[in-house]
Each structure stands twice: as structure tokens, then as C-alpha cells.
């Protein structure tokens, strides 16, 4: 089983999302960049489904010692400077979090099957 959240970890992610997130959000926000909201000028199709722009690197491609550079310059060509300085200190809190957990054979009560 997954242990719990190290309570180091816990307070590092409270802390990134109140000093960091908030303040990305609030930036983009002003700059009037939307997120996930439905264009409902569009005829509904009945799916929210986007395919990925072809030559998008599925996630899975990333090597994790380049995954800071290539979030941040994603972000980036994307128009989203805020959220490209959280490359890093996102990567860090990932690591915080994978530090302080071990797992044994028993499955995560977390996970899951969908039928």
C-alpha cells in the first residue's frame, strides 16, 4: 500500500499552491487566458473531446531529466510565461512527494478498475 503524504511534502504543496499557483493564476487571469471553459457559441457535438495537434510528444516520451526544460518551453511557445517558471519548483514538489512513499505488493486503494 501507498503510505500517506510525508507532512513535509504536504506543507510544500499547500505552500506552492498559495504562493505560486494563486499568484500564475491571478497573472494569467489578467491577462484575460482562459482555461477549460466551454465554448458555448459552438454547437454542441455531445463530447468536450480535443484531439492532440499531431507531433505532440505524448507525456510517457519525456525523460525525467528533461522534463523541467521541455514543460517550461511547452508552456512557453504556448504563450504561458507564468506557468513556465513552475516548471522547477513543480518538478521539486513531484520529488518531495515521491521521496517520502514507499509502496509493497498490495494494490493502492487509490487505483482502480473501470468497466
Given at each position: 500500500?501507498?503510505?500517506?503524504?510525508?507532512?513535509?511534502?504536504?506543507?510544500?504543496?499547500r505552500a506552492?499552491?498559495?504562493?505560486?499557483?494563486?499568484?500564475?493564476?491571478?497573472?494569467?487571469?489578467a491577462?484575460?487566458?482562459?482555461?477549460?471553459e466551454?465554448?458555448?457559441?459552438?454547437?454542441?457535438?455531445?463530447?468536450a473531446?480535443?484531439p492532440?495537434?499531431s507531433?505532440?510528444?505524448?507525456l510517457?516520451d519525456?525523460?525525467t531529466?528533461?522534463?523541467?526544460?521541455?514543460?517550461a518551453?511547452m508552456?512557453?511557445?504556448q504563450g504561458?510565461?507564468?506557468?513556465a517558471?513552475?516548471?522547477?519548483?513543480?518538478?521539486?514538489l513531484?520529488?518531495?512527494q515521491?521521496?517520502?512513499?514507499?509502496t509493497d505488493?498490495?494494490?493502492?486503494?487509490?487505483?482502480?478498475?473501470?468497466?
Amino acid at each position: 500500500m501507498t503510505e500517506p503524504v510525508p507532512p513535509a511534502a504536504e506543507a510544500a504543496a499547500r505552500a506552492f499552491f498559495h504562493e505560486r499557483l494563486v499568484k500564475a493564476a491571478e497573472q494569467l487571469r489578467a491577462r484575460g487566458v482562459k482555461f477549460l471553459e466551454p465554448d458555448l457559441s459552438a454547437p454542441a457535438e455531445g463530447s468536450a473531446y480535443v484531439p492532440c495537434p499531431s507531433g505532440t510528444l505524448e507525456l510517457q516520451d519525456w525523460c525525467t531529466q528533461d522534463l523541467e526544460r521541455r514543460l517550461a518551453r511547452m508552456w512557453e511557445s504556448q504563450g504561458l510565461p507564468e506557468l513556465a517558471e513552475l516548471a522547477g519548483p513543480l518538478l521539486e514538489l513531484a520529488r518531495l512527494q515521491a521521496a517520502g512513499t514507499t509502496t509493497d505488493a498490495e494494490v493502492s486503494p487509490f487505483i482502480y478498475v473501470m468497466f
